[in-house]
């Protein structure tokens, strides 16, 4: 079976995971722990980022090469169009997703984590051992602050990813004005890069992220709550309902989260 080295929060990994389900693979999600789990993904492939995909003896690293790995390994259902301009186009967009989307979507979702302690509690997968919990909770909130700014997360750099990203939100929908994904008819890897990597400014609806049930549906108030993106985050949700598995036995939460995730 394949196996994912993932972090469940990790908005490409997600990405790999929509993927896996869109071509109907069966897959074992294995969780790497921030520090430790990175140093034996290190020993493993040579690097500590997640998703990193193992397929027998093979490691694939990026979430692009995973995608381009399973068309070439899993051909049905491609997740690249073979039309050369409609390829193009579909790379290009995955492209800009990756270097864009997903790290404006980073700055923004570290703000929140920094200000709201029961965010962060939260956020952890359920299947987190209490000892790891009690370290991520204790980290004062000013200490992620300053460090968030020594990696350029400042508050003038969260500030214009906002505001980035409210643009990006307004064009991804005018691609979406009159055909049901950003190609036309049929979806390819565009869509489910921009729907998985969309998943840290708003969460899906449905259970697909091992997170408490309370946190389904909330994101960052500025754009979540926002009525002028509701059309593509329904977009995103219907993206979810065709294509992606929902978790199954999953365990409820025993402790609710925050009813908003607040960002200044």
Not at 174 to 192: F, N, Q, R, T, V
């Amino acid at each position: 079976m394949l196996e994912l080295y993932q972090w469940e929060l990790s908005h490409y990994s997600e990405k790999v995971r929509l993927c896996l389900d869109y071509k109907g693979l069966q897959y074992r999600k294995i969780e790497v722990t921030p520090g430790i789990g990175q140093w034996e993904l290190f020993r493993l492939t040579g690097q500590k980022q997640v998703p990193v995909l193992k397929d027998g003896n093979n490691y694939i690293v990026d979430s692009s090469e995973i995608a381009k790995y399973l068309d070439l390994e899993y051909p049905d259902r491609p997740l690249i169009p073979k039309e050369p301009k409609k390829r193009a186009q579909a790379l290009l967009l995955e492209d800009w997703a990756d270097e864009t989307l997903g790290v404006l979507g980073r700055k923004a979702f570290f703000a929140a984590v920094s200000q709201d302690l029961s965010f962060r509690k939260s956020l952890l997968p359920l299947s987190t051992p209490d000892f790891l919990k009690s370290v991520v909770v204790g980290v004062p909130g000013d200490l992620l602050s300053v460090l968030g700014v020594g990696v350029g997360f400042t508050p003038d750099a969260i500030k214009s990813a906002i505001a980035n990203l409210k643009q990006d939100l307004e064009i991804l929908m005018e691609l979406l004005s009159d055909s049901p994904y950003l190609l036309g008819d049929e979806p390819c890897i565009a869509d489910l890069a921009v729907a998985g990597l969309s998943i840290l400014l708003k969460f899906p609806t449905g259970p697909y992220l091992d997170l408490p049930e309370s946190l389904r549906g909330k994101g960052l108030p500025v754009l979540a709550d926002n009525l002028d993106y509701e059309r593509f985050f329904a977009w995103r949700d219907r993206i979810y309902s065709q294509f992606r598995k929902p978790l199954t036995g999953q365990t409820p939460a025993t402790t609710s989260g925050p009813s908003s995730i607040e960002i200044d």
